[in-house]
């Protein structure tokens, strides 16, 4: 009697979601209990079905953010890059936009490498998208998080900078080496690399006979960071 009653129950249940699926709410609840259940590849497919159907519903609209929501959750980054831009790109004017510009950042920044020796050409749309969500919408539930990810990129840029300039100066290639630790006192001051930036600055510059250069920065070096060991090591050069 029992496996009766299940049985009838579950064709009522796939009878339920055949007729549901003639409209643009059921077929969009039938997706998401697929992505509930964490069938992302399924729930993909059913989700652009409804975007196919029911083209002029608003479940076609919600679809496309689902889509960009389960390829996110699945951690295919680049794709869900490209949902997030494609939706901001038709929908601009979207209750959800900053959610949907916090998402597309989110989405570069986990497409950085772990260690920054790699590739981080990403490390800049990261920036400006992030950026791009703090400018436009100073209110929104994500600036704290939007900030955090910011910074950390920037900082990874800044490292980035340091790995170069230190690669140059241990192989004592002092022209290359000044360029770069230029770079990281302009570009990235007040992230911790100022007294080693300025101090490799002083020594590289007086290597390759570029006193004036070397005087300018040693005269900043000792007024910003007095008593410091870079200070001694770039005093030191200068003798």
Do not use: W
């Not at 519903?57 to 496309?64: D, G, L, Q, R, V």
């Not at 295919?76 to 949902?83: I, L, R």
């Not at 230190?166 to 290359?176: H, Q």
């Not at 002083?202 to 060991?229: E, M, N, R, W």
């Amino acid at each position: 009697m029992t496996l009766i009653c299940a049985s009838s129950l579950f064709l009522a249940a796939c009878s339920s979601v055949e007729k549901n699926s003639n409209t643009p709410e059921g077929s969009f609840a039938i997706a998401e209990e697929f992505d509930k259940g964490e069938r992302y590849e399924e729930a993909i497919r059913r989700y652009t079905e409804v975007k196919n159907k029911f083209p002029y519903s608003n479940y076609a609209t919600k679809s496309e953010l689902a889509i960009a929501d389960v390829y996110y959750k699945q951690e295919s980054y680049a794709e869900a890059q490209v949902a997030y831009q494609m939706f901001k790109d038709l929908h601009p004017t979207s209750p959800q936009a900053d959610y949907v510009q916090f998402r597309l950042g989110m989405s570069y920044f986990m497409q950085l490498p772990a260690t920054i020796d790699r590739d981080l050409s990403l490390a800049n749309d990261t920036i400006l998208n992030l950026s791009d969500l703090i400018k436009k919408y100073p209110n929104s539930q994500y600036i704290a998080e939007a900030k955090e990810k910011r910074s950390a990129t920037i900082k990874m840029l800044a490292e980035k900078e340091e790995y170069i300039a230190d690669f140059y100066f241990k192989r004592e290639i002092y022209d290359s080496a000044l360029g770069r630790y230029e770079g990281l006192y302009k570009n990235y001051s007040g992230l911790g690399f100022d007294k080693k930036s300025l101090s490799r600055i002083v020594i590289c510059a007086k290597k390759i006979d570029d006193t004036p250069k070397a005087q300018k920065y040693l005269k900043i070096l000792a007024s910003d960071f007095p008593g410091t060991s870079e200070l001694k090591d770039a005093e030191k050069e200068m003798k």
